[in-house]
């Protein structure tokens, strides 16, 4: 797949620069920084989630007990 950006002349020449220090390429630059991003929000959103469920009911466990409960000890 190919997408195309546009960029003021100032973004293109740092994002160059910055790939070229970094021994990479654009393309590789942009796909690790969009994954990494798209990773993140991901991971806010999944902690979110476990908060929420943890503040409904803040019932824990310990190692022990969960070992115990899973049948590993």
Do not use: C, F, W
């Not at 969009?34 to 466990?61: H, V």
């Amino acid at each position: 797949m190919t997408i195309s950006i546009r960029l003021s002349e100032s973004d293109s020449a740092l994002i160059r620069k910055y790939a070229e220090m970094n021994k990479i390429t654009i393309s590789d630059l942009v796909r690790q920084t969009l994954l990494e991003r798209i990773e993140e929000e991901y991971d806010i959103a999944e902690y979110e989630e476990a908060m929420k469920e943890y503040l409904d009911n803040p019932k824990t466990y310990s190692l022990d007990e969960v070992e115990k409960e899973l049948g590993l000890v």
